[in-house]
T-cell receptor, first 114, second 119 residues
Framework: DSGVTQTPKHLITATGQRVTLRCSPR?????VYWYQQSLDQGLQFLIQ???????AKGNILERFSAQQFPDLHSELNLSSLELGDSALYFC?????????????FGPGTRLLVL | AQTVTQSQPEMSVQEAETVTLSCTYD???????LFWYKQPPSRQMILVIR??????QNATENRFSVNFQKAAKSFSLKISDSQLGDAAMYFC????????????????FGTGTLLAVQP
């Protein structure tokens, strides 16, 4: 158990819908990362937050957005869902945002868009 | 841009034997980190081992060790005394250690190697 929690574990929804994925980092960690694992794209970095502020963006679609709240939990919002958004979404956290920080992964949220 | 290549989609090993998983990477940077992550059927991503590029000594964690060849840009994982619980997908990952700002902290993953352990 990494100490990173994600809810829900599974999510089934329909195309065009909007969902919110939640992540609670390890106690004391200020930085949160979101990754997407899909069959065709593999594991890809989406976005990073540090102490409430967006720090880095990766291959995140405009239909997707995220935020980190004052209690440091983070939410990833996915809207206008398409079949291709079906994937496993991971959250990871680290103490700080520096390049030497180890990222610890949560158990993931499996999203299925029908 | 940095890339990570795992050329073995699947591997198999007998219980108690040793297996080596291959990983090569491409980068023009001199300072970086390399990782092996394990993803069992539960889909949890578990950090197995971490290597810092500026360290000559190969990292080890119990039955797991790496063979880091910086000039060849090779980073293989050796699992000794394989156990049934080692069966999983293994991902090699790269991360820059130079802070350019932006998405420097992101992990860049290979496509994974599925390891089966035969009893």
């Amino acid at each position: 158990d990494s100490g990173v929690t994600q809810t829900p574990k599974h999510l089934i929804t329909a195309t065009g819908q909007r969902v919110t994925l939640r992540c609670s980092p390890r106690s004391g960690d200020l930085s949160v990362y979101w990754y997407q694992q899909s069959l065709d794209q593999g594991l890809q970095f989406l976005i990073q937050y540090y102490n409430g502020e967006e720090r880095a963006k990766g291959n995140i679609l405009e239909r997707f957005s995220a935020q980190q709240f004052p209690d440091l939990h983070s939410e990833l919002n996915l809207s206008s869902l398409e079949l291709g958004d079906s994937a496993l979404y991971f959250c990871a956290s680290s103490v700080l945002a520096g390049v030497r920080e180890t990222q610890y992964f949560g158990p993931g949220t499996r999203l299925l868009v029908l | 841009a940095q890339t990570v290549t795992q050329s073995q989609p699947e591997m198999s090993v007998q219980e108690a034997e040793t297996v080596t998983l291959s990983c090569t990477y491409d980068t023009s940077e001199s300072d970086y980190y390399l990782f092996w992550y394990k993803q069992p059927p539960s889909r949890q991503m578990i950090l197995v081992i971490r290597q810092e590029a500026y360290k000559q000594q190969n990292a080890t964690e119990n039955r797991f060790s790496v063979n880091f060849q910086k000039a060849a840009k090779s980073f293989s994982l050796k699992i000794s005394d394989s156990q049934l619980g080692d069966a999983a997908m293994y991902f090699c990952a790269y991360r820059s250690a130079i802070d350019y700002g932006g998405a420097t902290n992101k992990l860049i993953f290979g496509t994974g190697t599925l390891l089966a352990v035969q009893p």
